[in-house]
């Protein structure tokens, strides 16, 4: 029986990401910051999928702390992890900062799969191991496409914009995810990125002065489960069992921001990451 972790599961493409693995008969963990919203995740998956075999975790994946220990949980209860989804995602307008200091976009979208990924990787080889591969989806953006990136100043405290923190959290957790395809080659981890398409969701609704601009686009957004498409076909279909580093859109493999190419950078972003996420 397949096991996988949803982060960000309790709204948006999480939430249907958690039903299209739910259907494919997975065991599926559910990870989010309000426990409202995650219970009624749940009754909703197990309404439409009766027979669901679902698991709600409570964290706030914008802390470091409260992801290690989310990982460590999940770790604790299921040894074998065949899937995990790298959803959560947040756009500020504003350079906030959380509780444990770092800026708040680069720590959602970036440094929280990482800790996720660092800490699950054991329990994603040892899955690997019995059921001959096991995956890494790494929900990206297209907003990384053309971003650059300053590994020495992920959390712009030089310099931030909206878009500039998004879009560089973006591409440092591409590059991530590709350090991990690199580093985890042979085992049968794959770890991959997928942009889901612009989709009608919280994050783009409540994006301010850029939900303007996506408000006049929204006769053109995706719905929520058009948008959970392109990540259930990296999740599921055979054939991305074996491709590994890829970046996907439509669910088909496409050439990244050619940064990603350039090792020197992706080390700097790789090491300025493990500086930032700790130990
Ligand atoms: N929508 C698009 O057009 C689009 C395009 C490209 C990529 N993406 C990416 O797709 C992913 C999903 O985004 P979405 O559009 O579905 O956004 P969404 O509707 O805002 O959903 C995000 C989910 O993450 C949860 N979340 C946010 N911050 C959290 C935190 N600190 N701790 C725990 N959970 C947290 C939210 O819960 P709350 O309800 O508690 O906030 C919600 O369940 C993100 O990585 C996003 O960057 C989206």
């Not at 039903?19 to 995650?38: D, E, M, W």
């Not at 219970?39 to 290690?68: G, H, K, N, Y």
């Not at 900062?97 to 770092?102: L, Q, R």
């Not at 591409?174 to 794959?190: D, I, P």
Request: aromatic share 6%; hydrophobic share 45%.
């Amino acid at each position: 029986m397949a096991v996988s972790v949803v982060t960000g599961a309790t709204g948006g493409l999480g939430r249907w990401i958690g039903l299209g693995l739910a259907r494919a008969g997975h065991t599926v963990i559910l990870v989010g910051r309000s426990r409202p919203a995650g219970e009624a995740a749940m009754q909703w998956i197990a309404q439409q999928v009766p027979t669901a075999r679902l698991e709600l975790l409570i964290a706030d994946l914008s802390l470091i702390a409260a992801t290690r220990q989310a990982a460590m949980l999940i770790d604790a209860r299921f040894p074998e992890i065949d899937l995990l989804v790298n959803n959560v995602g947040t756009f500020c307008t504003t350079r906030e900062v959380t509780e444990e200091g770092h800026e708040r976009v680069l720590a959602t979208n970036h440094l929280s799969a990482f800790v996720m990924t660092r800490a699950l990787v054991p329990a994603l080889r040892a899955a690997a191991k019995t059921a001959g591969s096991a995956r890494i989806v790494n929900i990206g953006s297209s907003a990384s496409d053309r971003a650059g990136i300053e590994p020495d100043d992920l959390e712009g405290k030089r310099r931030w914009g909206m878009v500039r923190s998004y879009s560089q959290s973006k591409l440092a957790m591409m590059m991530t995810s590709f350090g991990w395809a690199a580093r985890l080659e042979g085992t049968g981890v794959v770890s991959n990125v997928v942009h889901p398409g612009a989709v009608a969701t919280k994050l783009v609704r409540a994006s301010g002065a850029v939900g303007l601009a996506w408000r006049a686009m929204s006769p053109f957004l995706l719905s929520e489960e058009q948008g959970a498409d392109s990540p259930l076909h990296a999740c599921l279909a055979p054939e991305f069992a074996t491709l590994n580093g890829v970046y996907v859109k439509h669910r088909r493999p496409v050439r990244a921001n050619r940064r990603t190419e350039n090792k020197t950078l992706t080390d700097r972003v790789w090491n300025a990451t493990e500086t930032l996420a700790g130990g």
